[in-house]
């Protein structure tokens, strides 16, 4: 593989498993005497730390930038009102209002400003924080309560991705900003899934994204069921493979209920999650 090498793993909808399969998958590789790294890009909802139970050892603030009006210099002109898209300031009897809540930092009020009145000043969303599990490098953000920044958040998370090594990447659920934002710049996608209506439905959205993002991906079916054959044949007709399938085993859940690893409660299930890296692993090295 390369010196630095991303896998991502996503899905369509929440709750299928893809924190039981990326913290288990990066505990493999580094039982296995590599280096790897877990990003928890979750950041309304991390979990990861649950199961890996890390040693923090550095918390890092993070902020953007927001408008910041000097009401002395402003002239009302309104500008900067109509130029922003996303409401986040507005200009109300000649003086603007700014809800810096819904600011997306472009700058584009403080550059269109004539007389200079609109300066940035930091707004804090949330935090990030950096620490090693049982050989696994850990990150995670943990975005603020209430506030709507989470692709900043998880940019910032990406950003200690470490140069050599494997990074697994735990993505927030669904298709939406967040997700693009986790997934892009992967060289590799795992999509989890279940077999359940919903669970296919979900699927076949996360599949066109990553479709459109141009990244290669493959299918992990958790809770699989013998009897329902829902995913593998749409699989099969969509020329995608099922790369791994995890049992819908009772003992699995129990693990999970009390936030052990499948790989140390279940030790059987180790040599599944090395031939889920080694599959990969062959994609990118022949």
């Known amino acids: 593989m390369a010196e630095s090498f991303a896998i991502a793993i996503a899905s369509g909808k929440g709750g299928t498993g893809k924190t039981t399969i990326a913290t288990n998958l990066a505990c493999t590789i580094a039982q296995m005497g590599e280096k790897v790294q877990y990003l928890d890009c979750d950041v309304e909802e991390p979990n990861g730390h649950i199961f890996l139970k890390p040693d ?53 009020c403080m550059l269109i400003c004539p007389t200079g009145a609109i300066k940035e000043k930091a707004r804090e969303i949330g935090f990030v924080d950096i620490g090693s599990a049982n050989g696994v490098k850990f990150g ?55 077999p359940t209506p919903f669970g296919l439905n979900d699927l076949k959205l996360a599949v066109g994204m990553v479709k459109e993002l141009q990244i290669p991906f493959a299918v992990v079916i958790n809770r699989s069921d013998p009897n329902q054959k829902m995913i593998n044949e749409y699989c099969r007709e969509e020329n995608i493979q099922i790369i791994f399938e995890l049992p819908d085993d009772r003992r699995i859940a129990e693990a999970y209920s009390v936030g052990k690893m499948i790989i140390d409660a279940l030790p059987d299930h180790k040599k599944e999650f090395t031939g889920l890296y080694e599959k990969i692993s062959r994609k990118f090295t022949g």
């Open 56 to 108: 923090i050892e550095k918390t890092d603030s993070v902020t953007i930038g927001v408008p910041d009006v000097d009401f002395e210099l402003c002239n009302g002109c309104g500008k900067c009102g109509a130029l922003c898209q996303y409401s986040a300031i507005v200009c109300l009897q000649d003086k603007p209002l700014v809800f810096d809540q819904l600011c997306h930092s472009c700058g584009g």
């Open 140 to 194: 995670q953000g943990r975005l603020k309560i209430g506030d709507i920044h989470t692709p900043s958040l998880i940019k910032q998370v990406k950003s200690n991705s470490i140069e050599d090594g494997v990074i697994i990447i735990d993505a927030p659920p669904g298709t939406s900003c967040p997700v693009i934002q986790a997934v892009k710049g992967s060289d590799f996608v795992l999509l989890v899934t279940e």
